[in-house]
C-alpha cells in the first residue's frame, strides 16, 4: 500500500511540470522544406541573449522562444534573407546574438588577441631555447655539493 501511495506521489510530482528536461516544443508551419532548413539553420547559428553559450535551438529560455518565433515570422511571412534577419536580430540585440561577431575597430581585439597570444608563447619558447647551457661545475664546486647533499 505504501509502495502505491509513493509511486502515485512521484508520478504527481513529474506531471506537475518539475520534470527535468521538460520544457515547450516549438511547431510552426513553413511554405516548403527549403524555408525550414533555412530557419533551422538561423536558430542553430544565432545565440540566446540570456544564456551564455547556447543557441536559440537549444535554450529554454522565454527570450529564446520569442526570438525563434520571430525568427520564423522574418523567415516565412516577411520574407527576409538569412543576412537580414541576422542584421534585424542584432540591431536589437548587439553582437552577442552572433556567435562570430563582426570584424570592426572594437572587437579586433577579440579576433586578434589568440594570434598575439600565440605569437607571445612563440617568442618565450625561443627565448627558453636560445639560453646558453649552464656551465659545468668544477671539482671543487662538486665536491662541496656531495658534501652538502651528505649532510641532510
Known sequence: ???????????????????????????????????????????????????????????????????????????????MSDGEVRAFLQARYGDFVLYDPPFRPDTWILWLAPVGFLLAGILVLLKLLRQPPAAPLSADESERLRKLLEND
Open 1 to 79: 500500500m505504501a509502495e502505491r501511495i509513493f509511486v502515485v506521489l512521484v508520478l504527481a510530482w513529474l506531471g506537475s511540470g518539475h520534470a527535468w528536461g521538460a520544457s515547450q516544443v516549438d511547431v510552426y508551419e513553413f511554405n516548403s522544406p527549403a524555408e525550414e532548413a533555412r530557419y533551422r539553420a538561423l536558430i542553430a547559428e544565432l545565440r540566446c541573449p540570456k544564456c551564455l553559450n547556447t543557441n536559440l535551438a537549444g535554450s529554454d529560455a522565454p527570450i529564446a522562444q520569442d526570438l525563434r518565433r520571430t525568427v520564423h515570422r522574418l523567415v516565412t511571412v516577411e520574407g
